[in-house]
């Protein structure tokens, strides 16, 4: 789960807050239903791609369909 984390906060965008240890809160979007993921949420439910080119995608494991119709990857 840290590397989930580690990811968001890499590519995300900060939210302007932190948490209990003075890390910075980041959110990325879902590419399956375009709701926010928030470094410090439940990530269990979330999946995380890096494309070739270096893309990195993050998506719940519910809207893995939807990311496959629109042939993003």
Sequence with gaps: MTNKVARIRASGK???KYTKR???ICKVRCQG???DI????DLSE???VKTKRGTELFFHTGCIGA???RKIV
């Design 33 to 35: 239903c375009g709701k």
């Design 67 to 69: 990311v496959w119709k």
């Design 38 to 41: 928030r470094s410090d949420g």
């Design 46 to 48: 979330v999946e995380h």
């Design 22 to 24: 003075s890390t910075p």
């Design 14 to 16: 900060p939210t302007g």
